[in-house]
């Protein structure tokens, strides 16, 4: 039974913790619905969608739960866990940069996949 007790804590402070990190959109500017390589405005349903939230990250790959937020200038990098094929999870880093109030630069940690995101309205 202690155990049990010991494990929901845990969960429930971890979840306090990503909580924690990104309280708002303000906090995180990102927060929002954006297409892959193709400005929103002239996209069409074919084009991936990407939607990012203060805690997660819905994607083409998958859905991703932030589990850290660091800002440099511009840049974000986002420590994420992804849920992959047949329930495999995976850590990873990706970034995005800030070229102007509608467009970001994405990547992955290993710099093997980078797109341009182009916020929709």
């Given at each position: 039974?202690?155990?049990?007790?010991?494990?929901?804590?845990?969960?429930?402070?971890?979840?306090?913790?990503?909580?924690?990190?990104?309280?708002?959109?303000?906090?995180?500017?990102?927060?929002?619905?954006?297409?892959?390589?193709?400005p929103?405005?002239?996209?069409?349903?074919?084009?991936?969608?990407?939607?990012?939230?203060?805690?997660?990250?819905?994607?083409?790959?998958?859905?991703?739960?932030?589990?850290?937020?660091?800002?440099?200038?511009?840049?974000?990098?986002?420590?994420?866990e992804?849920?992959?094929?047949?329930?495999?999870?995976?850590?990873?880093?990706?970034?995005?940069?800030?070229?102007?109030?509608?467009?970001?630069?994405?990547?992955?940690?290993?710099q093997?996949y980078?797109?341009v995101?182009?916020?929709?309205?």
């Amino acid at each position: 039974m202690h155990r049990a007790v010991v494990a929901v804590m845990s969960m429930l402070g971890l979840g306090t913790v990503m909580t924690g990190l990104v309280s708002s959109a303000d906090d995180f500017p990102l927060v929002g619905t954006y297409t892959e390589n193709e400005p929103c405005q002239v996209a069409d349903v074919s084009v991936s969608r990407v939607r990012i939230s203060p805690t997660e990250i819905d994607s083409v790959f998958g859905l991703c739960s932030i589990l850290d937020i660091k800002h440099e200038g511009n840049t974000f990098r986002v420590h994420v866990e992804c849920k992959g094929a047949g329930g495999s999870q995976m850590l990873g880093d990706v970034s995005f940069t800030q070229r102007d109030d509608n467009v970001l630069d994405f990547s992955d940690q290993d710099q093997t996949y980078k797109a341009v995101l182009y916020k929709c309205p």
